[in-house]
């Protein structure tokens, strides 16, 4: 029974100590949490903006893979149309450098808010 009200005691005790923290230390708390969340919100960003580039990548690469469809086909693909592939290579281009402005602010603001790096 000794043991029970011994384990008891350390329990209210851990419990107590919650309950006298000072301010200082529940505001830390809270803030440790806070600040976790919105730093791997923030990283979140960064990281899409990356694939969302590497995505863009692959296909202006294969739009851009005009060789025949077999080794001994020398001829130019029938289903070619210059107007549509210089559209979508166009398109694609103008895609990819908008991504790349918005990651370059996104990391820019990962740096400034989660790094402790001045802003220039």
Do not use: C, H
């Not at 730093?39 to 979140?44: H, Y």
């Not at 863009?56 to 469809?69: H, V, W």
């Not at 602010?105 to 989660?114: M, N, V």
């Amino acid at each position: 029974m000794m043991k029970m009200f011994n384990l008891k005691l350390k329990i209210m005790s851990k419990f107590k100590e919650n309950l006298v923290k000072s301010n200082s230390d529940i505001k830390e708390m809270r803030a440790d949490a806070l600040s976790l969340q919105a730093e791997r919100a923030k990283r979140r960003i960064v990281e899409k903006l990356e694939d969302e580039i590497i995505d863009i990548e692959t296909k202006i690469s294969r739009l851009n893979d005009l060789s025949p469809r077999n080794k001994t086909d020398l001829a130019y693909r029938e289903d070619f149309n210059a107007d549509e592939w210089a559209k979508e290579s166009q398109d694609l281009l103008v895609k990819k450098n908008i991504v790349k402005m918005k990651l370059k602010i996104a990391t820019e603001s990962y740096e400034e808010w989660f790094n402790g790096k001045e802003k220039k």
